[in-house]
């Protein structure tokens, strides 16, 4: 076990040993992994002392968050609460309080699989990731940053430092939906996130990004068919349902001991439509208190 004195003592160190080093924060996934053999770390990196990468913060338009922020802390931060809803959907649904208080966003990032609930909300909030190494920092949006099923862009010397997001302007909204096995504690069966941004007389759909844990690999990623099929399009039942439609020839989900592949493809459908029409409402009342 490494214990870094701060940032530049963990660079150093990740620079010169390269192989079979696991960074670990409070380690709710990582230990398991360790359990269950399915990695054998050599040295483990122990980052809960670095309290720099341990914030959130509104800068240049952009909403902050540093790696080693729990979820909890997301709950309770005044910055994604209220206007940042989604968010809150998604932390409100993660595990319970005691992996709330312990589960980081930049683990639930790095962990890069369908069961990583913010994944799906980051990639529709158009969110990027910084990496840092001791030779500079590098920045990558979350859907180039997750590659496949526990792979990620992040190199064997680098650290995430940074998740990131543009601030909502008020014509757009999110949000977040999930189904398990049990109401809590729940591992995904299907999760869905979509942001909607549309002019709020016409209802023309001027931009919107949906984002489910599986489309077709067994990590989250956007429908970009269902996505294209909405843009710039009126937004009313017939469009609803011919996006709803596309979608379902989009998905090439596969079944496991969780649930066979036609469940997985009906929910997906009928989540889809449930966020879209989420985001629909969310729009209505806010053009609603604007006009008091």
Known sequence: MFVPENMDD???????????????????????????????????VDLTGLEELKYIKKQDGLIKIG?????????????????????MEVAMKFGGPAIRNMATVG?????????????????????????????????????????GKRTTELKSNEILVEARFPEL?????????????????VIAL???????????????VEDIRIALNRISRKIPQRARDTEEELKGRRLNEQTIADATATLRGELRLTSDFRASEEYRTDVACAMFKRTLCSCVKKLSVRKMLNTY
Do not use: W
């Open 169 to 185: 302007s008020a014509d757009s909204a999110c949000s977040f939906e999930k189904i398990g096995m049990r109401n809590s504690l």
């Open 67 to 87: 790696a080693l922020t729990t979820i909890s802390e997301l709950i309770a931060s005044p910055l994604i609460n209220p206007r940042y809803d989604v968010v």
């Open 10 to 44: 963990l660079l150093r160190f990740l620079d010169e040993h390269q192989s079979g080093v696991y960074v670990i924060a409070n380690g709710t996934d990582l230990m398991s992994r360790i359990q269950r053999k399915h990695v054998n770390p050599k040295t483990l």
């Open 190 to 204: 299907v999760n869905c996130a979509t942001y909607l941004k549309m002019d709020k007389s016409s209802r023309i």
């Open 107 to 147: 683990g639930n990032i790095c962990s890069a699989s369908s069961s990583e609930d913010l994944l799906p909300v980051l990639l529709v909030l158009a969110a990027e990731v910084q990496m840092r190494s001791i030779h500079g920092e590098r920045i990558a949006l979350v859907e180039d940053f997750v590659r």
